[in-house]
Nanobody, 117 residues
């Protein structure tokens, strides 16, 4: 069982990145998928979440319409499109899969996003 994030990197303020989280060893179609971010010395923050069928999403208050979470269950992958990036968005972004009725949960290792000029 594995979640592997990709798509991070260095981007200038105002730029965009698209993160991907590919699952293997299990099928994400029955899992809520979430993106979190973490900065050393700070609490982990929920960035975005999407229901198992993709019909419902929610975002951290700081997102303010800049990010979009989506999923492709056929590809067993979830995405995070990030636009209008700010230096304060610099963090390691991790994805999480949670199956509510079993409480089974899996985490990825994360991908570094650095927003700097």
């Amino acid at each position: 069982v594995q979640l592997v994030e990709s798509g991070g990197g260095l981007v200038q303020p105002g730029g965009s990145l698209r993160l991907s989280c590919a699952a293997s060893g299990f099928t994400i179609s029955s899992y809520i998928m979430r993106w979190y971010r973490r900065v050393p010395g700070q609490e982990r923050e929920l960035v975005a979440a999407i229901s198992s069928d993709g019909g419902s999403t929610n975002y951290g208050d700081f997102v303010k319409g800049r990010f979009t979470i989506s999923r492709d269950n056929a590809k067993n992958t979830v995405y995070l499109q990030m636009n209008s990036l700010k230096p304060e968005d610099t963090a390691v972004y991790c994805c999480d899969a949670k199956q509510i009725y079993t409480q089974r949960e899996y985490w990825g290792q994360g991908t570094q996003v650095t927003v700097s000029s």
